[in-house]
Nanobody
Framework: QAQLVSSGGGSVQAGGSLSLSCERP????????MAWFRRTPGKEREGIAL????????WFAESVKGRFPISQDGVGNTVNLHMTSLRPEDTATYYCAATWGTNCASYNLRPSNYGFWGRGTQVTVSL
């Protein structure tokens, strides 16, 4: 799997905020969207957010909807996941990933459909 450059994460108390950033792969790699997954011990990676680089489509899991908005820089090379109102159950290792074409549909949001991955970033939310 090709590597994405990612940053952010850390530790915060419940109710606080953290941001994760991820860079779009440079050309000639074709990518049409970026997604965020998270994994807790003993569980599979869960897709929580999806962002189309055209800016027209975003999707969020119910567990984060309204709390984790996504922004994209003006050039379109960096996508940010702004995690607000964090809860202890948001504690996980977070991954950004990118793919293209029909893989970008929300019903195709699963790790096997993504060929570009960032390194996992730990987010810890304490009471």
């Amino acid at each position: 799997q090709a590597q994405l450059v990612s940053s952010g994460g850390g530790s915060v108390q419940a109710g606080g905020s953290l941001s994760l950033s991820c860079e779009r792969p440079p050309l000639p790699a074709r990518t049409d969207c970026m997604a965020w997954f998270r994994r807790t011990p003993g569980k599979e990676r869960e897709g929580i957010a999806l962002h189309d680089f055209s800016g027209k489509v975003s999707w969020f899991a119910e567990s984060v909807k309204g709390r984790f908005p996504i922004s994209q820089d003006g050039v379109g090379n960096t996508v940010n996941l702004h995690m607000t109102s964090l809860r202890p159950e948001d504690t996980a290792t977070y991954y950004c990933a990118a793919t293209w074409g029909t893989n970008c549909a929300s019903y195709n949001l699963r790790p096997s459909n993504y060929g570009f991955w960032g390194r996992g970033t730990q987010v810890t939310v304490s009471l």
